[in-house]
């Protein structure tokens, strides 16, 4: 059962200082019941709603096809890819368009999902002279070229599939690639800022582990 408290979405004080986006963030009890649910159930298992969730929550039927999307591409069983490579995709693609957001958001949860905080640090200065594995880099650089709209050619799959991607993995590195293209453009235009919960997550023990939430979303 959900239990409507009628204000903003809001989390610490400090936060509520600074807009977290340039549009207005709707009050709860003006939003449709499937996606208060949502997002107290992402609140109650994080312990805190990340503010992609109170701000797409503008237009809502925005916000169901967002989020609609992001499962059925994050959260499949099937194919090569982990959740760590698919949170390096973002963030790697996220650096290259310049999308404050999703890089803070995301070296958090590529630092939980790797279990290594040194090697995202490395990512965010230089991915290319990281530690990363070189399977990873070929995976990167794939992405980068699907996020830039490159010319894609036969000589794409051949790289990807020296380090053992399939086909099928090539179609997967893409719809997240190109799916984060959109989602960092979108980002920059409303100006979305990340919680202060990001920038511990993942080196600290105080937030919550989101390893072990079930299939909700966690953009």
């Not at 600074?18 to 159930?41: A, G, H, N, Q, T």
């Not at 310049?98 to 640090?121: E, F, I, M, T």
């Amino acid at each position: 059962m959900v239990t409507l408290n009628l204000h903003l979405y809001e989390t610490h004080l400090d936060e509520q200082s600074k807009p977290i986006s340039r549009y207005p963030i709707p009050c709860k009890k003006d939003l449709p019941f499937d996606i208060v649910e949502l997002m107290e159930e992402i609140e109650k298992k994080r312990g805190f709603l990340p503010n992609i969730f109170k701000v797409l929550s503008y237009r809502p039927l925005e916000f169901r096809a967002f989020f609609g999307y992001y499962n059925v591409i994050f959260n499949k069983e099937t194919g090569q890819l982990s959740k760590a490579d698919k949170e390096l995709i973002v963030l790697v693609t996220s650096l290259a368009n310049r999308c404050p957001y999703s890089v803070v958001v995301h070296s958090a949860q590529y630092r939980v999902y790797s279990k290594n905080p040194v090697l995202s640090d490395q990512v965010c200065v230089n991915w290319r002279k990281s530690d990363l594995p070189a399977r990873e880099k070929a995976m990167l650089e794939f992405a980068l070229a699907i996020s830039r709209a490159d010319d894609i050619t036969d000589a794409h799959f051949k790289k990807l599939e020296v380090h053992g991607f399939s086909r099928e993995d090539a179609w997967d590195i893409a719809t997240i690639s190109a799916f984060y293209a959109m989602f960092n453009c979108l980002a920059n235009f409303v100006s979305l800022v990340p919680n202060n919960e990001f920038y511990l997550m993942g080196r600290t023990n105080n937030v919550k582990d989101i390893r072990s939430e079930s299939a909700a979303p966690k953009v």
